[in-house]
């Protein structure tokens, strides 16, 4: 798989990373369609949050498809499926 890693501050390197193998039980493996970039991942590209740590693989905003999936629970996401956050009426989007 690919990945961007920050080496440290305003260093991105382009990587392969092993596979995740098989999800384990309660766990989905996904495909990630694309990645927001959030404020933390910000400061600490530009080295200004004092707690994050290098290298590191930023990034948790995700768009993502379930691939495969492990022994469930009820209620979690079939193979394929995409889901959005549900939007409550009158409450704005991020």
Same mark, same amino acid.
């Given at each position: 798989m690919k990945a961007i890693r920050l #080496? #440290?501050?305003?260093?991105f390197q382009y990587i392969d990373v092993a596979d995740p193998g098989q999800p384990g039980p309660?766990?989905?493996l996904v495909r990630t369609h694309r990645m927001g970039v959030c404020g933390t991942d910000?400061?600490?590209w530009l080295g200004k949050f004092p707690f994050f740590r290098y290298p590191r693989i930023p990034g948790h905003e995700l768009g993502v498809e379930s691939r495969k999936r492990g022994k469930q629970k009820k209620g979690k996401a079939e193979k394929g499926e995409s889901r959005k956050r549900k939007q409550k009426k009158g409450q704005r989007r991020s």
């Open positions: #080496e #440290e501050p305003k260093n309660g766990q989905v910000l400061s600490g």
